[in-house]
């Protein structure tokens, strides 16, 4: 009997798993709209079809309990677009509407000019499990949660930081302390901001560039002495692997293979193996992929995009930086520095 019981135990649960973490994908009607649902990629998906138009809609979260999320869909017209709003159970919808040929959102998201008298100020709108680092020069503004600190690094101020690269939860970036070359390389683990330096005997001119990364590596190209470097920041080893005198390589689909010079000083090759995003943000205009269609929304002001997770997204207006999401959009950080130059100066990354 005891074995019967844990066979139906481990039944139960291998079900249950894999309920919860399996894609789905239903039809089913509300009123008269036909509704697709889908739960895929720890995401949720819906399309109404009404009138021969197509509304898409994306919530970054996993599938519930219950299937058949839209209750109910509510319609109205407005100049000339016909505007649909689903109410999805345990989540604040939003609304797209159609004018038979381009699906566009509703209404523009505004946000108001927030002017602040100190040169640096943090609103502490951020949760537990977003981090924001700024490049203040000698090191970092570390913002979390509630929490501020500096995690300052160097003597002096680095005006540059091209070389800097994020990969998850890691920056990766040289040991800057000379004007011209540098041998070392430092490693900053984002949620603690702790970091540990790789120490090399080579010398790497600043006009270097990264042209890749995978796995627990990134690669750098030295323009100046053609020579390719892999930094693997998990065994905090720097080893040269390209040259004149030994051949280049190149990944293709994270393997290496063989690769001539001329596609590093010429045709600029690159091999990124970073996250996608279904986000695309350009001017005062950002849109999604929603499953197969592109969902058009609007800032009411143009603004600089930064980066983006799940609903999230992180943009620059002026000298402050926002983030947008379900919730609205709120002000994260006021910096001086913003209306001069915010290019490489803030990495964001989501736990």
């Given at each position: ?8 135990v481990i039944l139960f649960l291998i079900v249950l798993v894999k309920f919860f973490v399996s894609s789905y994908s239903i039809t089913y009607k509300v009123g008269k709209y036909d509704i697709l649902e889908e739960a895929r990629d720890k995401s949720m998906y819906f399309e109404i079809k009404y009138e021969n138009n197509t509304y898409s809609y994306k ?89 501020q600190k500096s995690v300052n690094i160097f003597d002096g101020d680095r005006y540059s930081n091209d070389l800097m690269f994020q990969v998850n939860d890691k920056l990766i970036f040289p040991s800057y302390k000379d004007e011209y070359l540098f041998s070392d390389f430092i490693v900053l683990d984002i949620p603690s901001g702790e970091y540990f330096t ?154």
């Amino acid at each position: 009997m005891k074995k019967v019981f844990y066979c139906l135990v481990i039944l139960f649960l291998i079900v249950l798993v894999k309920f919860f973490v399996s894609s789905y994908s239903i039809t089913y009607k509300v009123g008269k709209y036909d509704i697709l649902e889908e739960a895929r990629d720890k995401s949720m998906y819906f399309e109404i079809k009404y009138e021969n138009n197509t509304y898409s809609y994306k919530i970054y979260e996993k599938r519930k309990l219950t299937k058949k999320r839209i209750s109910s869909v509510k319609k109205e017209e407005v100049n000339g677009f016909t505007c649909l709003t689903p109410n999805i159970k345990g989540y604040v919808s939003y609304t797209m509407c159609s004018d038979g040929k381009e699906l566009v959102s509703k209404d523009t998201l505004s946000f108001k000019d927030d002017n602040y008298e100190e040169d640096f100020y943090f609103s502490k709108n951020l949760s537990s499990k977003e981090y924001i680092y700024i490049w203040k020069y000698d090191g970092f503004y570390f913002l979390n949660g509630d929490k501020q600190k500096s995690v300052n690094i160097f003597d002096g101020d680095r005006y540059s930081n091209d070389l800097m690269f994020q990969v998850n939860d890691k920056l990766i970036f040289p040991s800057y302390k000379d004007e011209y070359l540098f041998s070392d390389f430092i490693v900053l683990d984002i949620p603690s901001g702790e970091y540990f330096t790789i120490k090399t005997n080579y010398s790497i001119n600043y006009s270097s560039k990264i042209v890749g990364n995978s796995k627990n590596s990134i690669y750098i190209f030295d323009n100046k002495d053609n020579v390719l470097y892999q930094v693997n920041y998990k065994k905090k080893s720097v080893e040269i692997i390209g040259s004149k005198a030994k051949g280049y390589v190149k990944l293709v689909n994270g393997r290496k293979r063989d690769a001539l010079l001329k596609e590093y000083t010429k045709e600029d090759i690159t091999y990124f193996d970073l996250p996608s995003s279904d986000i695309y943000v350009k001017s005062n205009v950002y849109s999604y992929v929603n499953n197969k269609d592109i969902s058009i929304k609007y800032f009411n002001s143009q603004v600089s995009y930064v980066s983006s997770y799940k609903d999230n997204i992180y943009f620059i207006y002026k000298d402050n930086l926002y983030r947008k999401n379900n919730q609205g959009i709120k002000m994260i950080v006021h910096n001086f520095e913003f209306n001069f130059n915010s290019d490489d100066l803030i990495f964001v990354y989501n736990k």
